[in-house]
């Protein structure tokens, strides 16, 4: 690899990871004068700005950080870059998200964002991963609960469709990262005490 090229990658990397990083749900909970990291469950994902903030913003923050993992995928694929370091890309913007810098490396638990990384990664993979977090919403109402199985589904997903080794790794990479995000909401599940989603 020349030194141009390791500027070029570098470079890459630290633009997916600022880009994760940008706090969205701190930012849209502000301007409606609610700090989220205070509210509800103090997540500044998309649950708890639905709960806290309302409906239209805790979907604005789903795409937008969704957006987050899917545009530094595509745009890196669009420049004719290797899958392998598509996926190192798509995982630094999850990092973002989820240890981001604005935020003293703290964030979301990356569902969303790793959402859009694996939409532009593994689109099939997705489809199941969502059809069964589908599946747990409909039954018993638990987001944490449907997150976590979804991810816990990813590795396998992507493995079985012939997902490239880089993608593979990545993958299960980012699914053990969102499952030990979400300890607490485990806990609680576990307990019995976690909160059911009221559409």
Wanted: glycine content about 12%; aromatic content about 12%.
């Amino acid at each position: 690899m020349t030194g141009v090229s390791i500027i070029y990658f570098v470079f890459l990397i630290l633009a997916a990871y600022m880009i994760g990083s940008f706090p969205t749900g701190l930012i849209l909970g502000k301007l409606y004068g609610i700090d989220v990291r205070k509210a509800g469950s103090g997540n500044v994902g998309a649950t708890n700005l639905y709960r806290t903030v309302g409906r239209k913003i805790g979907i604005i923050t789903l795409i937008v950080d969704c957006l987050k993992g899917l545009v530094p995928v595509l745009v890196v694929i669009s420049l004719g870059q290797s899958i392998e370091f598509a996926a190192f890309v798509g995982f630094s913007a999850f990092c973002g998200h989820v240890f981001s810098i604005f935020l003293k490396f703290r964030g979301g638990k990356g569902v969303a964002t790793a959402l859009g990384v694996f939409l532009a990664l593994a689109p099939m993979a997705v489809t199941l991963a969502i059809a069964l977090f589908a599946l747990i919403m409909f039954r018993w109402r638990y987001v944490s609960l449907g997150s976590i199985l979804a991810a816990a589904s990813m590795p396998f997903g992507v493995f079985f469709m012939g997902g490239n080794k880089s993608v593979n790794i990545v993958t299960l990479i980012i699914a053990l990262i969102v499952i030990l995000r979400h300890n607490e909401n485990i806990r609680r599940l576990i307990s019995g005490t976690e909160n059911k989603f009221k559409a």
